[in-house]
C-alpha cells in the first residue's frame, strides 16, 4: 500500500528544483484525493513511485490464493483424517484454526488484488480487507497463546477451556479488524486504503493494532523465552516452528508504521527517493505477508511431522527394532 497516485509524463514536469519545492511544501497525506489540487499533484510527481503490486501483479495473487488454498485444504484433511498419525498430533484443535484463518485470507487475496476488477466494489473491499486482517490477527494471537499456554489448550484439562478461549480470541481478532475495514476502500480501480482528514484516527488505530500483534508480540515472546531460561524461572513460552510465522508480517507492522509517521508529518524524510524507496519497501512488505497464506499450512505440516514422528515410533516397537 504505497503512495502512488499517477505516473506523469515527464513533458508535465517541471524542472527539478521546482518539483523538489513543491515536494518540500505540501503535506505527506498528499494521497488524500480529494484535497490535493492537481498542479500540487502534477509538480510533486517526482516524489511518487510507482506500486510493484498493480494490475500486472495479478497472477501472483492468484497463485498465492490457489497454493493458500491447496495447502490448508490438505492439512486440514490430515489433521482430521488418520494420515501421516498427524490425529496423534498435540494441540490438534488450535492447528486446525490455525489453518482455518490461512484458508480464509488465502480466499480474499484475489478480491484485493488490483487489476481483477475495472470498477471494485467499496463493500467487497471491506470484507477482503476485514478477512485479510481478521485471519492474520488471529492466527497471530492463536500461535502466541499457544506458546504461552501449552498443553491446557489442546489437553481439555480445563471443562471449555478451548471452545471458550478460541471463540473470544477470533471475536477479538475480529474487532481488531474494524477499523482497516472501515477506513477502506476504492481509488483508481484498486481497494485501498483511504487517506483522508475524516479517516485519520482509524489509520492510526489500524497501525497500533498491527505493530502490537505483528512486531511487539513475537518480541514480547521471545524476550520471556530469553527471561525465563534463567534458574528457577519456569520454562517461559514453548518455542516451536510456528515462531517463524511472524516472519512474514513483522516487516509489513514495521513499515506500517513508518509510513504513518511520514504521513502524519511526524518523521519528514529527506528527499524524493527515500519516499520512493519506502513505497518499494512497503510494497515488498506486502507482497511477503501474502506469502505466509502458502507458507503457514507448510509450517504446520513440519510441526505435526517433527511432534508425532517420535510416537509413531513408539507406537511401533518391533519396527523400530528392525529399523536398528
Known amino acids: 500500500m504505497g ?7 515527464p513533458s508535465l514536469l517541471s524542472d527539478e528544483n521546482t518539483s523538489e519545492k513543491a ?20 509538480n510533486a510527481a517526482p516524489c511518487h513511485s510507482c506500486k510493484l503490486l ?6 501472483f495473487f492468484i497463485l498465492a490464493s490457489i497454493l493458500g488454498i491447496l495447502a490448508s485444504t490438505a492439512v486440514l484433511f490430515a489433521l482430521f483424517r488418520p494420515l501421516f498419525h498427524w490425529h496423534l498430533c498435540p494441540g490438534r484443535p488450535i492447528l486446525a484454526q ?6 480464509l485470507f488465502s480466499i480474499v487475496v484475489p478480491i484485493l488484488g488490483p487489476g481483477l476488477s475495472s470498477t471494485p466494489s467499496t463493500a467487497l473491499c471491506r470484507l477482503g480487507y476485514y478477512v485479510w486482517y481478521g485471519s492474520a490477527f488471529a492466527q497471530a494471537l492463536l500461535i502466541g497463546c499457544r506458546a504461552c499456554l501449552g498443553p491446557k489448550l ?21 474487532l481488531l479488524a474494524l477499523p482497516i475495514t472501515l477506513g477502506s476502500g476504492t481509488a483508481y480501480g484498486i481497494c485501498t486504503m483511504i487517506s483522508s482528514r475524516d479517516l485519520k484516527v482509524l489509520h ?23 527471561l525465563m531460561k534463567a534458574p528457577s524461572r519456569g520454562v517461559g513460552p514453548r518455542v516451536d516452528i510456528l515462531w517463524a510465522w511472524f516472519i512474514f508480517w513483522w516487516p509489513h507492522g514495521v513499515l506500517l508504521g513508518l509510513d504513518s509517521l ?23 512488505a506486502e507482497a511477503l505477508a501474502i506469502l505466509h497464506c502458502v507458507a503457514a499450512p507448510l509450517l504446520l505440516a513440519l510441526l505435526c511431522r517433527q511432534v508425532t514422528l517420535p510416537e509413531r515410533w513408539s507406537s511401533h516397537p518391533n519396527t523400530l527394532e528392525e529399523k536398528s
Not at 24 to 42: A, V
Not at 213 to 220: N, S
Not at 262 to 279: K, S, T
Request: aromatic share 10%.
Open 154 to 174: 489442546g489437553a481439555g484439562l480445563v471443562p471449555g477451556l478451548t471452545l471458550g478461549f478460541t471463540v473470544g480470541l477470533w471475536v477479538a481478532a475480529t
Open 98 to 103: 490455525l489453518a482455518v484463518g490461512s484458508a
Open 23 to 42: 515536494f518540500g511544501d505540501i503535506s505527506w497525506n498528499y494521497t488524500d484525493y480529494e484535497n490535493i489540487s492537481y498542479d500540487n499533484l502534477e
Open 204 to 226: 492510526c488505530i489500524h497501525t497500533a493494532i498491527c505493530l502490537v500483534i505483528f512486531v511487539l508480540l513475537p518480541l514480547g515472546l521471545l524476550g520471556a523465552k530469553v
Open 262 to 284: 511520514v504521513r502524519f508529518g511526524l518523521w519528514p524524510l529527506p528527499n524524493c527517493v527515500a519516499q520512493r524507496v519506502l513505497d518499494m519497501l512497503l510494497d515488498l
Open 54 to 59: 498493480d494490475s500486472s501483479s495479478l497472477p
Open 3 to 9: 503512495n502512488c497516485l499517477h505516473r506523469v509524463e
